[in-house]
């Protein structure tokens, strides 16, 4: 696949099957994810993989439990609903979780993170595979319970929650606006 096409075919999946995603294809996304730049090449990231459905369930109730208590500030509330919701799983029930951390304390550590992140999304779609950065779990996993929970150091901040595994269905494309582009010569 061109970089192109998977940039432009990557989408946010939450519809997966229960097919695993073999060790080798995750290493093979693990090491797009290392090739992403980063500040001083400081490469500081660190991915804890979870592929325990009872695991992956765990740390969806207790994000969800953590996040619901926090609903009323900003939280849209179509989201607080789905929290509230105890069929609801936030990580879709995608076979494995795939969380991107770091133990650094550069200025740079989460952005560095996220660009291993955004690597790791293409080179999955790449691979036919469907991801999605799982946003409600980013609180709660920095917490010490879910630090303890990945068996990440306490000094260890968990920067991007993404669940990969084979889409059961791929959402539709979504338009584009154009760009605010400001030339300055």
Not at 26 to 49: K, V
Not at 92 to 107: E, K
Request: aromatic share 6%; charged share 20%; with cysteine.
């Amino acid at each position: 696949m061109q970089l192109m096409d998977a940039i432009r075919q990557r989408r946010a999946v939450r519809s997966y099957t229960s097919e695993p995603v073999s060790e080798v294809v995750m290493r093979t996304l693990i090491d797009a994810a290392i090739w992403a730049p980063s500040a001083t090449n400081e490469q500081p990231w660190m991915f804890t993989i979870v592929t325990r459905p009872d695991m992956i369930d765990s740390i969806s109730t207790a994000a969800k439990t953590y996040m619901h208590a926090r609903a009323g500030s900003g939280m849209p509330i179509r989201l607080a609903k789905q929290l509230a919701d105890p069929d609801f799983q936030i990580f879709h029930h995608a076979p494995a979780l795939v969380v991107i951390s770091t133990d650094s304390r550069t200025a740079w550590a989460i952005e560095d993170c996220a660009l291993a992140a955004q690597n790791f999304m293409l080179a999955a779609c790449a691979e036919g595979l469907g991801t999605c950065w799982i946003g409600l779990a980013q609180e709660w996993l920095s917490t010490p319970d879910g630090r303890q929970m990945l068996g990440l150091a306490p000094e260890c901040m968990p920067v991007a929650p993404i669940i990969v595994g084979h889409p059961a269905e791929v959402p539709a494309t979504v338009r584009r606006r154009e760009p605010q582009i400001r030339w300055l010569t």
